[in-house]
């Protein structure tokens, strides 16, 4: 447990789990059995690069819980990544999973690498190669890998198909968010930020007085936040904060989302967009606004900052993005937080329906993909209300999600006999 404490994410992610063992009873043997991943595979990948000279990186896959199913959770390419972020990773997978009542447990995965200081023949031989490594623990049934930071369909697509040629098995459901002609479906490129968009409506409903015309900041800018705008723009919100590594602008007279999204791929950054203010991420996150979605890393709000945010509702559409420390002051400031859990959970329900179509041999249509998507966190995030409502109105939202996500990894393990 010591050496898992050097990453700040796992300290968060453990904090949050020990509150909610509290509040629902569990003894200390069960919360370290839940904070303790199952199995972390650590490899060593080696390629040879485009200049001949042999180059070494690190990977890894986390497989945190299967109580409830296999397990599940994306791959990312990071300069920065370890195997304590994964592993934390991996854990709210698990929690994501059982919240959305979906047949999951908990995975990550990630290599340390720059991919952009890497030829595309670079990354295609890294991401083989990973593969190579690992696809002993992988499966339909078994661990079941998806897109995630700097990975994409063509990462996936590569995944595939090395597995494939390994095992001799051509089943398209080990690997979700794969290209439309390997299996994959439409809706998954943008169903993160579909869910993100459909939480924050139906929170506004319940908690600002709607989405139309609410104000709206989203800190990041690629998949996730973009398609969280363009989606909360078509329901009526105003879209007047925006950023991403670059920086960031605010306008009040709101954004279009896409000459900004035009502005990003011409220029490299959405602070860029020529009508407003320019803004830096730390000023964005506290400027004021309706809705705030932190959309891009972990920890971005915390003690320090929280005192400063004046967002009436944030929904969280990164991972982590709220440090334990600023859940508390956010909690006594009044402001609601709808928790990444339940918010950004839009990207695994869309992998859930095209692994399911890859198993029932593709028979959803694009547009019945997205009713499931939107009914599934729709209904996700009236059960958590109802729940929040009849049971722990004196509790915030997240600690109630994870208490229902939580309670049910645990009563599968105790059915199991692995508690």
Sequence with gaps: MEELLTSNLFVQQVKKLYKVGELLG?????????????????????????????????????????????????????????????IALSMIMTWKNSLLLLPYGGGKGGIRVDPKKLTLKELEDLSRKYIQLIHNYLGSNVDIPAPDINTNPQTMAWFLDEYIKITGEVDFAVFTGKPYELGGIGV????????????????????????????????????????????????????????????????????????ALEVVQRTGSVVNYPEGKKVTNEELLISDCDILIPAAVENVINKFNAPKVK????????????????????????????????????????????????????????????????????????????????KFADQDLRTVAMALAVDRVVKAMKARGLL
């Design 26 to 86: 569990l003894d200390i043997d069960t919360l370290e059995a839940l904070s303790q991943p199952e199995r972390v595979i650590q490899v060593k990948i080696q390629i040879r690069g485009s200049d001949g000279k042999l180059r070494t990186f690190v990977g890894w896959r986390s497989q945190h819980n299967s109580a409830l199913g296999p397990y599940k959770g994306g791959v990312r390419y990071s300069p920065n990544v370890t195997q304590e972020e994964v």
């Design 188 to 259: 998954r490129l943008y169903s993160t930020g579909l869910g993100v968009a459909t939480i924050a409506r139906e929170a506004a409903n319940k908690f600002i007085g709607g989405i139309e015309g609410s104000r709206v900041i989203i800190q990041g800018f690629g998949n996730v936040g973009s398609f969280t705008a363009k989606f909360l723009s078509e329901m009526g919100a105003k879209i007047i904060g925006v950023s991403d590594i670059g920086g960031g602008v605010i306008n009040e007279n709101g954004i279009d989302v896409n000459k």
């Design 311 to 390: 967002a009436k509702l944030i929904v969280e559409g990164a991972n982590g993005p709220l440090t334990a420390d600023a859940d508390d002051v956010i909690k006594q400031s009044g402001i609601v937080v709808i928790p990444d859990i339940l918010a950004n959970a839009g990207g695994v329900v869309g992998s859930y329906v095209e692994w399911a179509n890859n198993k029932s041999g593709g028979i959803i249509s694009d547009e019945e993909a997205k009713k499931l998507i939107i009914d599934r966190m729709t209904n996700a995030f009236n059960t958590l209300y109802d729940f929040h409502k009849r």
